[in-house]
């Protein structure tokens, strides 16, 4: 069984609309952390999730972003209007805490992409 | 300065040979060091935590040298199966967020 499951694996959706990518990591994971990667470039942290609310985030994450975690185990990223920028892999990991030896586990991704 | 620097490739290698990639890092707080390997349009993987004394794991060996901010990784014996682009990762901040640079790509052919 994966550490981190994403759904949907490829989601293509109109500028301007909005898209949620869920992500569902095993329960002992106590840290979440969204990243992306634009096609040719390198992964990028977004977001990171700790204790039912945003921890750190990067430049990126701006007000068209949101994350959630309504119910203690689906983890979702929001884009509130997506831009034709927004189209890349979408990452979810999970990271059970210092005891893990700071590892995170990546869930397959999910494509976005805005047309 | 970049986060984190790799040499971007492509390295060209036949079967059977040994290849070594190198990373350098900026952030002399960093505490935790991967090397992850990713297959086109898929996820990172772990391949290895690195540590300050080396570690090796069967044909792959890292290495962290910490007063240069150097991180390397050497693969003996290469297999078709190795090709892909390995990402040099450091973790940063209270929260662990994961900093990765663009990635080596190595291309094994027979």
């Known amino acids: 069984e994966p550490e981190v499951t994403q759904t949907p694996s490829h989601q293509v959706t109109q500028m301007g609309q909005e898209v949620i990518l869920r992500c569902v990591p095993i329960?002992?994971?106590?840290?979440f952390y969204w990243y992306r990667q634009i096609l040719g470039q390198k992964v990028e942290f977004l977001v990171s999730?700790?204790?039912?609310?945003?921890?750190?985030k990067s430049e990126i994450f701006d007000d068209q972003f949101s994350v959630e975690r309504p119910d203690g185990s689906n983890f979702t990223l929001k884009i509130r209007s997506t831009k034709l920028e927004d189209s890349a892999m979408y990452f979810c990991?999970?990271?059970?805490?210092?005891?893990?030896?700071?590892?995170?586990?990546f869930g397959a991704g999910t494509r976005l992409s805005v047309l | 300065r970049k986060e984190v620097e790799q040499d971007p490739g492509p390295f060209n290698v036949p079967e059977g040979a040994t290849v070594a990639f190198n990373c350098t890092y900026s952030?002399?707080?960093?505490?935790?060091f991967f090397w992850y390997r990713q297959d086109c349009r898929k996820e990172p993987k772990l391949l290895m935590s690195?540590?300050?004394s080396g570690n090796e794991d069967g044909r792959f060996t890292a290495q962290l040298n910490r007063a240069s901010q150097y991180i390397s990784l050497l693969i003996r014996d290469s297999k078709l199966s190795d090709s892909a682009t390995y990402l040099c990762?450091?973790?940063?901040?209270?929260?662990?967020?994961?900093?990765f640079g663009a990635g080596t790509r190595l291309a094994v052919h027979p």
């Open positions: 990762v450091v973790n940063s901040g209270g929260y662990n967020k994961l900093i």
């Open positions: 952030n002399s707080a960093s505490q935790s």
């Open positions: 999730f700790y204790n039912n609310e945003i921890s750190e």
């Open positions: 990991a999970g990271y059970r805490g210092r005891q893990a030896k700071n590892i995170q586990y």
């Open positions: 690195v540590y300050s």
């Open positions: 329960s002992n994971h106590l840290y």
